[in-house]
């Protein structure tokens, strides 16, 4: 793992609806490398390396909570990295949320072959670019992994009640996050989950990569967690990067409106009994028939 490109990617400033500066060097730094397509759509960047019938796939986002300020050093101490802010030497977010998830998609596609890699803008404000995202990117992907998540022992399979991937995609990898001392928990929203709600065809996952205390001046990231992370995510791409794993959501389970930038929890169950599996209008099927025959409609 190449600890100066880290700190390289770190040190770049990016906020949400401010993160030109992070595209700019993702754009940079895709055009480094060999064999690279890649092209920008509503303000995502989309990567394809090599050529393939399918896809292993690795999404982050571009954006970070913490404002710009006058300078941001990432600073090594004791195996961790912290941001100071120079001018004033106070302690400032680092970004490792989600700036190791970016490190950690431009490595895999420097090293790995074929590979595709997508970069989302603003997905603290609610995964606005994913919620945009162009579908047919990820049409021959054989599964999508996001590293954003702290810590340094989870393995996403659950977003915010949305299933993310499949009982066989799950089996598969049960062995290498025991190796890897990896657990399969349920998270919280990110751009993963947009993509299953947008209706993504194969298995997803979002996975811890060595950030801690996100969302607060006290965040750092820790390198060996970091390179832990990164050689798992190396080790399942060499197992089963070339096998596709579908998984369509049965039920999404949440609906968004937009107007509000809010999700609102939509029952798996029909909204009278709550007993059985509701139609496209809320009710399920008895509780139809039984209401219509008491009024006559539908
Ligand atoms: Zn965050
Ligand atoms: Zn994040």
Redesign the pocket.
């Known amino acids: 793992m190449n600890l100066h490109k880290l700190i390289e990617i770190l040190q770049v400033q990016t906020v949400s609806y401010e993160q030109f500066r992070m595209f700019a060097k993702i754009i940079r730094e895709v055009k480094s490398i060999r064999d690279c397509n890649f092209y920008t759509h509503k303000g995502n960047i989309y990567v394809t390396k090599g050529q393939a019938d399918g896809y292993p796939c690795l999404v982050a ?1 571009m954006d ?1 909570v913490h404002d710009i300020v006058e300078d941001l050093t990432a600073v090594p101490i004791g195996g961790n990295i912290i941001g100071i802010n120079q001018a004033t030497m106070m302690q400032t977010g680092i970004g490792g ?2 700036k190791v ?1 970016v490190f950690m998609a431009l490595e895999c596609l420097r090293l790995i072959d074929p590979i595709k890699v997508a970069f989302f803008r603003d ?2 404000t609610g995964c606005e670019g994913s919620y945009e995202a162009d579908m047919t990117f990820f049409e021959n992907c054989n599964f999508v992994l996001q590293c ?2 702290q810590g340094n022992e989870d393995f996403v399979v659950d977003a915010s009640g949305i299933e993310l991937s499949s009982s066989k995609f799950q089996f598969q990898i049960g062995p290498l996050l025991d190796v890897f001392n990896y657990q399969m928990v349920s998270g919280l929203m ?1 751009d993963v989950m947009a993509l299953k709600d947008l209706g993504l065809s194969c298995s997803a996952a979002n996975v811890s990569c060595g950030y801690f205390n ?1 969302h607060t001046a006290h965040e750092f990231v820790n390198i060996d967690s970091v390179e832990h992370c990164f050689n798992l995510v190396v080790s399942i791409i060499d197992q089963m990067g070339n096998i596709k794993f579908p998984h369509i959501l049965k039920e999404t389970g949440y609906w968004r409106n937009s107007a509000q930038n809010q999700w609102h929890a939509k029952s798996l169950y029909c909204m009278d009994c709550w007993a059985e599996e509701p139609t496209a209008n809320g009710y399920c099927q008895s509780c139809n028939e039984y209401y219509s025959s008491m009024t006559g409609c539908r």
């Open positions: 986002h970070t949320d989600d998830g997905e603290e954003d998540r990110t996100p």
